[in-house]
């Protein structure tokens, strides 16, 4: 089983920058793809951003411009730079390795207050 920890959500007013990152404890992680993604109350799980293991990068258009992910392949990493928050930004957000299986962390709680 792959292990999958994030780290970095808070409580951030609206306009502010949070970082958050994601480690996975499996060799050869240059090889998977990454993602980030969100579930607000209510709501279903959504996708944020993904990066490919070539680099490739994708966002959901709500967050364009905003948020930028990237991948320190030395470190086992993925990071999610998010900038001028929203209070509708405010979810449980999850990182997700993708190999064979798709290998989810337990989630970081990000919270923008208007």
């Known amino acids: 089983q792959v292990q999958v920890v994030e780290s970095g959500g808070g409580l951030v007013q609206a306009g502010g920058s949070l ?3 994601c480690t996975a404890d499996i060799s050869m992680f240059s090889f998977n793809d990454m993602g980030w993604y969100r579930q607000a109350p209510g709501k279903q ?4 951003a993904t990066i490919t293991s070539t680099g490739t990068t994708k966002y959901a258009d709500s967050v364009k411009g905003r ?4 991948r320190d392949n030395a470190k086992n990493t993925v990071n999610l730079e998010m900038d001028s928050l929203k209070p509708e930004d405010t979810a449980v957000y999850y990182c997700k390795l993708q190999n064979l299986y798709a290998h989810w962390g337990q989630g970081t ?3 923008v207050s208007s």
Not at 45 to 48: G, I, K, N
Not at 67 to 70: E, K
Request: charged residues 20%; aromatic residues 8%; without cysteine.
């Open 19 to 21: 970082r958050l990152s």
């Open 45 to 48: 799980r959504e996708l944020v």
């Open 67 to 70: 948020f930028t992910i990237s």
């Open 109 to 111: 709680q990000v919270t």
